[in-house]
């Protein structure tokens, strides 16, 4: 089956970085759209990042020139890489993968702490 794996999560302090990873196994990686999702407390998950099979961006206004999203077919691993890091970006960061199909999968989700 489809699994998604988080990594990269962590503290860190306003002003600095950070890089997630989600490694996907189950399914031929390179065909599927992948995006990141974060969920603060007592808030609703919100998109951050999105990534088509061919490579096209998109991302929220508040993290565009700030985040990256990358993928790696090869690995069949996606990555956001967080720059100037702000204690708003504190929440539970989700990797979601959608098949051509339109059936969609999630990680577990990996914390992401911003201290100022």
């Known amino acids: 089956q489809v699994q998604l794996v988080e990594s990269g999560g962590g503290l860190v302090q306003a002003g600095g970085s950070l890089r997630l990873s989600c490694v996907v196994s189950?399914?031929?990686?390179?065909?599927?759209?992948v995006g990141w999702y974060r969920q603060a407390p007592g808030k609703q998950r919100d998109l951050v990042a999105t990534?088509?099979?061919?490579?096209?961006?998109n991302y929220a206004d508040s993290v565009k020139g700030r985040f990256t999203i990358s993928r790696d077919n090869a690995k069949s691993v996606a990555y956001l890489q967080m720059n100037s890091l702000k204690p708003e970006d504190t929440a539970v960061y989700y990797c979601?993968?959608?098949?051509?199909?339109?059936?969609?999968?999630w990680g577990q989700g990996t914390q992401v702490t911003v201290s100022s």
């Open positions: 979601n993968l959608v098949t051509p199909g339109a059936r969609d999968y």
């Open positions: 189950g399914t031929i990686f390179s065909f599927n759209a």
């Open positions: 990534i088509s099979s061919g490579g096209s961006t």
